[in-house]
């Protein structure tokens, strides 16, 4: 089935700086989805991104979407260390579900 | 006001009983979903419900057994647990099956 896979797998940065991390996936998709997910939490929506665009700002967030590529990013910028947590792109192909990949963890540094 | 709540939030139980995780949203929300989170935290749908009616059933068990009396409401049942079905539960839901879901915090379930 469709899914997002995330790149890097974890991610350690200094308190100000940015974090990228990238997702790709496999087949054509309705949209694609940026979530995250602090310790023991749920999910939490951050940003959808439509096929049809190619790129969307949200506060400190930043999501570019290359369908030729299949691929998606997720840049925050300044990052906090309120930003430490999983992050998840999902990817809606049409079928009734968002199809979620492994995630890219994120650790920001004081 | 809590947008989509889980009951319980924490489950111990051993294996071979049958158990029950209940979800609400209050969003009035047409579609729901339920999504279970491996140690490894990869997310796979479980169920996809619209106006009550199965949507999904992404090759589960016979033993996972979803039930929405109504709209705002999606319950999973597991019958015979096995320690493989440890795990946490996600149960979410959508206004529209192309727009952003609203997650519970999650149902840690272990089986000993």
């Known amino acids: 089935s469709q899914q997002g896979e995330e790149d890097p797998q974890a991610l350690s940065i200094q308190e100000g700086e940015n974090a990228t991390m990238n997702c790709s996936y496999k087949t054509s998709i309705n949209n694609l989805q940026w979530y995250r997910q602090n310790s023991g939490r749920g999910l939490v929506h951050l940003i959808l991104?439509?096929?049809?665009?190619r790129e969307k700002h949200s506060g400190r967030l930043r999501v570019t979407l290359d369908t030729s590529k299949k691929s998606s990013s997720l840049l925050i910028t300044a990052s906090r260390a309120a930003d430490t947590a999983s992050y998840f792109c999902a990817t809606d192909d049409y079928d009734y579900k968002l199809s979620f990949g492994a995630g890219t963890t994120v650790t920001v540094r004081a | 006001d809590t947008a989509v709540s889980q009951t319980p939030k924490y489950l111990v139980t051993q294996m071979g009983n049958d158990k029950s995780i209940k979800c609400e949203q209050n969003l009035g929300h047409d579609t729901m979903y339920w999504y279970k989170q491996d140690s490894k935290k990869f997310l796979k749908i479980m169920f996809s419900y619209n106006n009550k009616e199965l949507i999904i059933n992404e090759t589960v068990p016979n033993r996972f057994s979803p039930k929405s009396p109504d709209k705002a409401h999606l319950n999973l049942h597991i019958n015979s647990l096995e320690l493989g079905d440890s795990a946490v539960y996600f149960c979410?839901?959508?206004?529209?099956?192309?727009?952003?879901?609203?997650f519970g915090q999650g149902t840690r379930l272990t089986v000993v």
């Open positions: 991104i439509r096929s049809n665009e």
């Open positions: 979410a839901s959508s206004p529209l099956t192309d727009t952003e879901a609203f």
